[in-house]
């Protein structure tokens, strides 16, 4: 794919991904990580602190998706973004000196489920 990208549009930048890398991000289940999901464990393998912005799980309602344009995802993205959303606590909770949740909380009513660092906004 990336030669027949490459043949369609030569001026466009295109980067690959080392496959150790990925072997990495995918390591665990996941097994269709989202461009985020690969950005966060970027930046967790290059910066010193990495503060999260959206991957919001019950963002329907609240906001739009994304925050360029108003997509709206197809149900497979976001059961994909149900799977996604636990092994981003998880991380948060392996890196708690490093990474950092800074979106409000939309989890629930209760607040019970907030990632650390989030603030409510039902409180």
């Known amino acids: 794919e990336y030669l027949t990208r ?12 080392d496959p150790r890398f990925y072997k990495r991000v995918v390591k665990g289940g996941f097994t269709h990580p989202t461009n985020g999901f690969f950005g ?8 010193k602190c990495v503060r999260l912005y959206g991957f919001v799980r019950n963002w329907n309602g609240y ?7 108003d997509y709206v ?12 959303y636990p092994m ?7 890196h708690k000196r ?7 909380c939309i989890a629930d ?5 907030c990632p650390r660092g989030a603030e409510c906004v039902h409180k």
């Open 88 to 94: 981003i606590v998880k991380l948060l909770e392996q």
């Open 40 to 47: 966060i464990k970027l930046a967790l393998e290059l910066c």
């Open 6 to 17: 490459r043949r369609e549009k030569p001026s466009q930048k295109l980067y690959g991904v």
């Open 98 to 104: 490093r990474l950092f949740y800074m979106h409000p």
């Open 73 to 84: 995802p197809r149900r497979s993205q976001a059961n994909r973004d149900g799977v996604e």
């Open 63 to 69: 906001m739009t998706y994304h925050y360029h344009d």
């Open 109 to 113: 009513s209760t607040c019970e489920d």
